[in-house]
Structure formats: structure tokens, C-alpha cells
């Protein structure tokens, strides 16, 4: 089954389309020497939105969105809007809805069809609407301030759990509405990176080298490059007393099962964002399994929603971060140790 966002596609040869920010004529039918304001290369927007570069070039084709504008070397530029509007897109086509019935609507009607579809909608929470807020004033100083102060009062499972998950979706909602641009997501990466990494630290030392189990090693597949989730997932483990083994972000497939096999790992743990094809993230975990050793279990979670779908034998859905403690548990009451 292919993901929704690349049901209605065919192949494309077009190319000379930049991954760069790229200046472009403030309107859309006006001469390149117009006064400039800045457009997003058809690369920056498949890498951080999910959309790849022959999806966009057929939409354009066959739905006339999106219009982008072409630079002297007829690269491809998006303007502000349609990025925008682009993002709340796909967060629709994940929902299950159609391309050829949501890209000739307005921005207004994908905003008001999104929150009736209960999409992108956040819990109350008045601390972190107050912190997104310092975020976009640029207020970054205060923001890591209070985002410290959370850190210290709440520990860290209750940090992971009640601030930090609901904060990146929070983050996400923000970028996908276009009322946060991409720096303030990385700025808030730093940010949050830091916080759970001085909270888990003390806790990694203690059990580093106590023969604890299981040994659980944690990344993400190549073209997966957001690593919040393998993080927090990475608190959850370390909190249930797992030896973890962080490899990073983007790991090929043979270095995965170099490592298991270095490490005597007994847990493969893998964090899915939406940016990957569904048939990506499928291909790449029967892969996976299938070079494995026999007695490793792949574990796997995130926000995409291509992992909704049955999971292959010998890999395992865990729904979020809090059924990580019992998961482990489990897996403990039935390992031959």
C-alpha cells in the first residue's frame, strides 16, 4: 500500500531544480529584476516537508498547484504561501484524504477541513503555548530558560513525557501552519536535545557497564533525519533500566546489524517521522529483518502513519512513549537471558 501523498504520481524527468533559498520576483507574473523576496528550492521542500520532487512537479502538472516561479536557470522557487499551504497538505493526505480533493482548495478551507478532522489540534496546556510564544518572538534565551525550569522541576520521565512530546507536536502543528519557520525548529532541537540529554545522563552513567538487559540500540534509517523521537524513546529505555546504544540518525542498513552484532544487542529501535514513503519505511524494515540475527527484535515508533499498518513478523509497533516501561517488561519476562 503507497502513502497517500504519492497515489496520483508518475515519473517526471524535469530537472536543474535547486535544494537552495533562492530569491524570486515578488509577483508571480513580474521580471526577474522585480524586487526580491525569498523562495524555497523544490529540494528544501522535499526534505522538509515530505513531499518528494516528481510529486510536486505532477501535482503542478495535473492540478495547476503548486504555481512555483523559475530563477534565471529555470530552477523551481516557492514562495512563502505555497509552502505553507503545502505543509498543511500533507499533513491531510496523511490523514487519508485525496490530492486531486485538497489541492484546488484555499488555504482558509484546508485550515477550517483540518480542525474539523480533529488535525492538528493541541492539548491545553497554558506553559507550553506561553514557551511556543517566546519561540516566535525570538525570545530564544527565555524559551531555553523555561524550558530548563520544566526540566528541573518535572524529572525525566515526566519532562519526556509531558513536555517534551507534546512541545515537538506543539512545534510541528506550528511549522505545518506556517507560524514557524524552520530555524525556530532547530533552535528548539538544540534546545530540547540539550535538556533531555543533562536529565538522562547521570541515570546512562549508573548503568553503563552493569550487564543490564536488554541491550537496546537506537537510530533511524537512512533519509529519516529528525531524531527527537529516537531521543525521547532513548529516556523511556534508559528509565526502564535498557543499556542503550545510540548510533545517530541515517544509519545504513549493514552498519545496523555491524552494530548489533559489536554490542550483543538484544533490541533494534527504530523512530519514524512523517517525512519517509510508507512503502520506504516498508521496504526498509523487511530488509532490515532479514539480515538480522533471528533473535533481535525491531521495535519501532514515531508519528508516521504508515506505521498504523500491520507490522511485518519480527517487527513490533509500540504506540508511543509510555508502553515502552511494559513493553520491556515483557520482553524480560520472556527472553532467555
Known amino acids: 500500500m503507497t502513502n497517500s501523498s504519492e497515489q496520483e504520481f508518475e515519473p517526471d524527468s524535469s530537472a536543474g531544480d535547486s535544494d537552495q533559498l533562492t530569491s524570486l ?20 521542500i522535499a526534505q522538509e516537508i515530505g513531499l518528494t520532487k516528481d510529486t510536486l512537479r505532477v501535482w503542478e502538472r495535473r492540478y495547476g498547484f503548486p504555481q512555483p516561479m523559475r530563477s534565471a536557470g529555470g530552477e523551481r522557487l516557492y514562495p512563502q504561501e505555497q509552502v505553507s499551504k503545502l505543509r498543511l497538505v500533507k499533513r491531510l493526505l496523511d490523514a487519508g484524504h485525496r490530492p486531486s480533493k485538497v489541492l484546488a482548495q484555499s488555504i482558509e478551507t484546508l485550515q477550517h477541513l483540518a480542525e474539523s478532522s480533529g488535525i492538528g489540534q493541541d492539548a491545553p496546556d497554558l506553559e507550553l503555548d506561553h514557551m511556543i510564544a517566546l519561540l516566535r518572538a525570538g525570545n530564544y534565551e527565555d524559551f ?10 518535572e524529572g525525566l520521565e515526566r519532562f519526556t513525557v509531558d513536555v517534551a512530546a507534546p512541545l515537538s507536536a506543539r512545534i510541528g502543528n506550528a511549522w505545518a501552519a506556517g507560524t514557524l519557520q ?25 548503568l553503563r557497564g552493569r550487564g543490564g538487559r536488554p541491550r537496546v540500540l537506537l537510530t533511524t534509517l537512512s533519509g529519516e533525519g ?16 535498557c543499556e542503550c546504544i545510540q548510533l545517530g540518525l541515517q544509519t545504513p542498513l ?11 544487542v538484544d533490541i533494534v529501535a527504530l523512530s519514524f517521522s512523517s517525512v519517509l514513503p510508507a512503502q520506504t519505511i516498508a521496504n526498509g524494515l523487511v530488509d532490515l529483518r532479514k539480515i538480522l540475527p533471528p533473535h533481535v527484535r525491531v521495535w519501532v515508533g514515531g508519528s508516521s502513519p504508515a506505521l498504523r499498518r500491520k507490522a511485518h513478523d519480527g517487527i513490533d509497533h509500540i ?3 509510555g508502553p515502552i516501561d511494559e513493553t520491556v517488561a515483557d520482553w524480560r519476562q520472556t527472553a532467555v537471558l
Request: net charge negative; proline share 4%; glycine share 10%.
Open 319 to 321: 504506540a508511543g512513549l
Open 144 to 153: 531555553r530558560y523555561e524550558l530548563l525550569k520544566r526540566a528541573t522541576r
Open 25 to 44: 520576483p515578488d509577483r508571480l507574473d513580474g521580471p526577474a529584476n522585480d524586487s526580491a523576496m525569498v523562495g524555497i528550492g523544490i529540494g528544501a
Open 226 to 241: 529528525h531524531g527527537l523521537g529516537i531521543l525521547m524513546a532513548e529516556a523511556m529505555f534508559t528509565l526502564s533500566e
Open 254 to 264: 549493514h552498519d545496523i546489524v555491524d552494530a548489533v552484532n559489536a554490542h550483543n
Open 182 to 206: 524552520v530555524y525556530h525548529e532547530h533552535l528548539f532541537s538544540e534546545a530540547i536535545t540539550g535538556a533531555l540529554r543533562a536529565l538522562m545522563r547521570p541515570l546512562s552513567d549508573a
